[in-house]
């Protein structure tokens, strides 16, 4: 790309994983389509950490709470942090824009901002309007629906892209006209995911992976950041058939990767642990049952790869993934059960049903093939003015 390349300012922020992903996945595609712009990223927290809400009132930086809030399983305080937050950002907003505004100013002007994280996109929008006029302003949701009020979408945004018709209800209903509403096909994934499917595919990723035809392959995959009870879930599982074969991915988070290797010696080589991997296609596409949090990439991930999921949802649970346990449930793409300690038992009872787990995996053929990632980054560069690539 030469100089007169349109740039346009990704920002994101390091709170949990999803966004992380999506930055990386809309990075990866535009370099693979060869996108007639050039992203540049920036995080949010950093441009105006000397502002941090939260951290006025607890102490703590937004993101190292979201991400202890994850670590220590205590999501059920998730809901007071999101309401002390959006106070915080309500009584310290004209200088939130003000900050946001001189930071724009002083940098090269963009032919888009994109944002991929909620909370701060009427901030962001103000913002933008103050110290870039004309510059729109496109909001990508990497959740399945919105969180209302003030967490994905506020009125005004110049650009919504949403992966679901719930999504798209929800903006129109918050008066974003319905033609600035994208409706893509599902959840932003990274590019590697269209290079990993298929049975052979599969066949070559089982190999991999030393699964015999009757090994029944269960993978737990609780975010970035890994949750305590895989530990104690992956030892249930061995002990309830010995046809499972479990693959429990850590994360980012060594102690509990340290915590399973008695587990993975004594297993006999039924349980591999992994930490952080960019591996995951290839995993799901070797696996029989995703076991995980109602996260939109993993579901997402999972219904890709043509993986039925079993999944929890109780006081624990993020109000943002609440939704996602219902489009699990409501559309039949696997179970939902309200405590950890039931998966096994859930588990146990697929794996006898195969009836039913074949009903599941019609379900999940039957939804719309997802190309989001591809399909954001031509509505991205619709708002930048210039013709996409026609390569996939």
């Not at 590697?192 to 029944?216: I, K, N, T, V």
């Not at 039924?270 to 949090?293: H, M």
């Not at 038992?345 to 049903?353: H, I």
Request: proline share 8%.
């Amino acid at each position: 790309m030469n100089q007169s390349t349109p740039e346009v300012l990704l920002f994101t922020i390091d709170a949990g994983g999803g966004h992380r992903a999506a930055t990386r996945a809309l990075a990866a595609a535009a370099e693979e389509r060869e996108a007639p712009f050039r992203f540049r990223v920036e995080s949010f927290q950093q441009t105006l950490l000397p502002l941090d809400v939260l951290k006025r009132a607890t102490g703590v930086p937004l993101e190292d709470a979201y991400n202890l809030i994850l670590r220590w399983h205590a999501n059920a305080l998730m809901v007071p942090l999101l309401r002390l937050m959006h106070a915080g950002i309500r009584v310290r907003r004209r200088a939130l824009v003000r900050t946001l505004a001189g930071w724009l100013r002083a940098q090269p002007r963009p032919a888009a901002v994109v944002s991929i994280f909620p909370n701060f996109n009427g901030v962001m929008r103000d913002a933008i309007r103050e110290a870039l006029p004309g510059v729109p302003l496109v909001v990508v949701l990497t959740d399945l629906a919105d969180f209302p009020p003030r967490f994905w979408i506020e009125p005004g945004l110049d650009r919504v892209v949403v992966g679901t018709d719930e999504a798209r209800e929800q903006a129109v209903a918050i008066g974003i006209p319905a033609a600035r509403v994208s409706r893509v096909s599902g959840m932003v994934l990274h590019p590697r995911f269209y290079r990993a499917g298929g049975p052979e595919a599969r066949a070559r990723a089982r190999a991999e992976l030393a699964l015999g035809d009757g090994d029944f392959a269960v993978t737990l995959l609780f975010g970035g950041k890994g949750s305590p009870e895989m530990a104690p879930l992956a030892e249930r599982l061995l002990e309830a058939d010995p046809a499972f074969r479990v693959v429990a991915i850590c994360g980012e988070n060594p102690r509990l990767f340290e915590r399973l290797a008695p587990l993975e010696a004594r297993a006999g080589g039924r349980l591999l642990r992994l930490g952080f991997t960019d591996r995951v296609a290839e995993i799901l596409a070797a696996s029989d049952l995703l076991v995980t949090k109602p996260g939109p990439g993993s579901l997402s991930e999972a219904f890709h790869q043509r993986v039925p999921v079993v999944v929890t949802r109780n006081i624990h649970t993020i109000p943002q993934e609440r939704f996602n346990t219902d489009f699990v449930r409501d559309r039949g793409l696997g179970l939902v059960v309200p405590r950890w300690r039931e998966i096994p038992a859930a588990v146990l009872g697929l794996f006898r049903d195969t009836a039913g787990r074949a009903s599941m995996r019609d379900r999940i053929a039957a939804l719309p093939p997802n190309r989001a990632v591809f399909e954001v980054i031509d509505v991205i560069a619709g708002e930048v003015g210039v013709t996409p690539s026609s390569r996939r």
